[in-house]
């Protein structure tokens, strides 16, 4: 998956709504001979005033009624809580504007259906979504390379665990971070949704959920609502079994995703803070037993690489005319899993998907 080709795009003019942690880490990465810093606007000035002072000095907006107004504006990032995106992002169509917008995408599957629906009006606009940012790791991209050759055979089991140190005190988070009502959930729509999103780029329509059932844990967080661990399985069609698996606990992180088929199976590294940073390929020996071949792809250690990806495709996609990574309409199936997720959680029960 090719984010950028620097040798054919002139720089994407963007504006960037919300500075908070995010857009304070992120924005300085962007490289400007591909995405210029074109306005920023935050309900915060300081905030703004500081971003703006590591990026170029570009103009501060009031508000984001103005910022959509400038023409030298082509293409916009919302990076506020999760609870703004949909009335942002439509806001933004109606203004002309591209749109790349912070995961959670939106806050559950109907306002990521309506969200699709007002996107498809407007073909000339490129609108994609940052829960593809582990999407374009070297690691990733063998992940999809061995899947799309059906170099695993049929595939029968996907996991993606991650083992994560106890979450922080919800006083020492922001104060949107610990509504349920303004982020929409806990670790899944904080992290369920990048490895829902990865799945769904590498298995393709092999994502076919039939029935889900989860578990949540509220560990360091409980009476929140705002879960710090899930387990889920996913009961696809094909008699594929998809399984999310994040324990917040003491002990050493991991993040690790496996793809298991008939014929062989592979371990990459999903994260940069990855225990192992290396791609393994798993076949049969001549005696029946599994033979490790170490696969010769670059370590995935680069968070720059993943935080920036998904503004880097979305520059190539409105240069290029190439489609972008996580577009409205994927990310409707996305949502529907982490809702599911949630129901099943929440209700103790499995969930079955409609058809």
């Excluded at 922080?168 to 982020?183: A, N, V």
């Excluded at 014929?263 to 020996?285: I, Q």
């Excluded at 670059?298 to 920036?308: A, F, K, N, R």
């Excluded at 880097?312 to 994927?330: C, I, M």
């Amino acid at each position: 998956m090719t984010t950028t080709d620097k040798a054919k795009i002139t720089p994407l003019r963007l504006g960037v709504i919300g500075t908070g942690q995010i857009s304070q880490i992120l924005l300085p990465l962007l490289p400007p001979e591909t995405i210029a810093i074109a306005g920023l606007t935050d309900l915060n000035p300081d905030s703004a005033r500081a971003l703006a002072e590591k990026s170029g000095s570009p103009p501060i907006f009031s508000d984001y009624t103005s910022l959509f107004a400038s023409k030298e504006i082509e293409a916009v990032y919302i990076a506020t809580p999760p609870s703004t995106h949909l009335p942002l992002t439509l806001a933004a169509l109606k203004a002309g504007k591209h749109v790349i917008c912070e995961k959670p995408w939106m806050l559950n599957a109907d306002e990521a259906q309506k969200v699709a629906a007002e996107v498809a009006k407007h073909p000339d606009l490129k609108v994609g979504c940052c829960s593809s940012r582990f999407c374009f790791s070297p690691a990733a991209e063998v992940a999809r390379q061995k899947v799309s050759a059906t170099a695993l055979g049929t595939l029968r089991q996907a996991r993606i665990i991650a083992r994560v140190d106890r979450p922080s005190p919800l006083d020492k988070l922001p104060p949107w971070m610990r509504s349920i009502q303004l982020t929409g959930g806990g670790a899944g729509a904080d992290w369920g949704v990048y490895e829902i999103e990865w799945l769904r780029s590498i298995l393709g329509s092999a994502l076919n959920p039939v029935s889900l059932t989860a578990t949540l844990d509220y560990w360091g967080r409980e009476g929140s609502g705002l879960e710090s661990s899930y387990q889920v399985t996913i009961s696809c069609a094909d008699n594929l079994e998809v399984q999310l698996i994040r324990t917040a606990e003491i002990g050493p992180s991991e993040h690790c995703a496996e793809l298991r088929g008939d014929r062989a199976g592979l371990n990459v590294p999903f994260a940069p803070n990855a225990k192992d940073n290396l791609a393994r390929l798993y076949t049969l020996g001549p005696d029946g037993k599994a033979v490790e071949t170490l696969l010769d792809v670059p370590p995935t250690e680069d968070w720059g690489l993943i935080l920036c990806g998904p503004l880097l495709n979305l520059a190539a996609a409105v240069r290029l005319g190439t489609p972008v990574a996580a577009s409205a309409e994927s990310q409707i199936l996305v949502h529907e899993i982490l809702d599911a997720i949630y129901t099943s959680g929440r209700e103790g029960h499995p969930l079955v998907f409609k058809k």
